[in-house]
């Protein structure tokens, strides 16, 4: 398995930093969520790991050897674009087909045998998808092209809650049998809050916060009372947010550690990850 470091990479689109100075190691065997807002430079990252666009500065390395313009180490990474790539007059079992020319170790079996199970014809041509069976081929693609490391942009785009659940199912049972490092980059926190081994948030560009997914739910949690008490409570604390109605407030906080008890007038609650990054990102 391989390992992604990311080295103090910043990309610009005109006047518009799209990335700035963004410094992470993506470690093997892992699950990885990708999470920000909107326009927060998720796709612009993945499109640079996978050298369809070039950074302004900084370095890709997987196992310490550039990505730039390098087919050996680019060999090693699949990214399911959430746009097509493929010609779209092309048949799906044609695109199956041409994506094992580059991937060699692309499995033809497996691939047809998900297909089979999220009722995906092959035999037609890509323009006739749906979004979600769009989406369907290019996660099926992703899996059986065995990449060492796999990138996932928005992959259950328009897909129905059946074959959503379905995609998780798979994506836990292929990383389980075929342990490698996925990132996954999606609004859809709460379906994937599960499976996350460990967290990046990105905002405006840079990165707010990165850990395991497990540590940062732990870590954060809510009090809600009446607004003196809450007040003095959160006091030299880490608040994220407050939210008041009437005389009543409740704080939002993520500290080294959620208490276990709060002052009996006051009620504790744990946050989950999407509750997190809302509060985390509109900070």
């Known amino acids: 398995m391989k390992r ?23 470690e093997p065997g892992f699950i990885y969520g990708l999470l920000g807002r909107n326009g927060a430079g998720k796709t612009t990252l993945l499109n640079l790991v996978s050298n369809r666009l070039f950074p302004d500065q900084g370095e890709i390395l997987v196992d310490g050897v550039s990505v730039l313009e390098n087919d050996h180490v680019l060999s090693s990474i699949y990214c399911m674009a959430e746009t097509n790539l493929f010609p779209e007059n092309m048949k799906v079992s044609d695109a199956f087909k041409w994506t094992g020319e580059f991937y060699p170790s692309f499995e033809m079996d497996y691939a047809r045998r998900l297909a089979g199970k999220f009722e995906l014809d092959i035999s037609k041509k890509i323009k006739s998808l749906s979004t979600g069976y769009a989406s369907i081929f290019k996660f099926i693609t992703a899996l059986a ?26 994506l836990v049972a292929n990383f389980s049998e075929h342990p490698r490092t996925f990132v996954i980059s999606t609004h859809l926190i709460d379906e994937v809050a599960d499976v996350l081994d460990e967290v990046i948030i990105i905002k405006d560009g840079c990165v707010l ?71 985390l990102t509109n900070a």
């Not at 328009?158 to 199912?169: E, I, Q």
């Open 4 to 26: 992604l470091e990311i080295k103090n990479i910043t990309k610009k689109f005109g006047s518009t930093a799209a990335l700035s100075n963004i410094d992470l190691l993506i």
């Open 145 to 170: 092209s065995n990449a060492e490391i796999i990138l996932l942009d928005e992959p259950v785009l328009g897909m129905d809650a059946n074959h959503r659940d379905l995609f998780y199912k798979e």
């Open 209 to 279: 916060l990165s850990g395991s997914a497990s540590d940062l739910v732990s870590r954060g949690y809510s009090v809600t009372g009446a607004s003196d008490s809450v007040d003095l409570f959160i006091r030299n604390k880490r608040v994220l947010a407050v939210d008041s109605l009437g005389g009543m407030k409740t704080a939002y906080l993520l500290e080294d550690s959620a208490p276990d008890s709060v002052p009996a007038d006051m009620v504790l609650a744990r946050l989950d990850l999407q509750k997190l990054f809302i509060h």
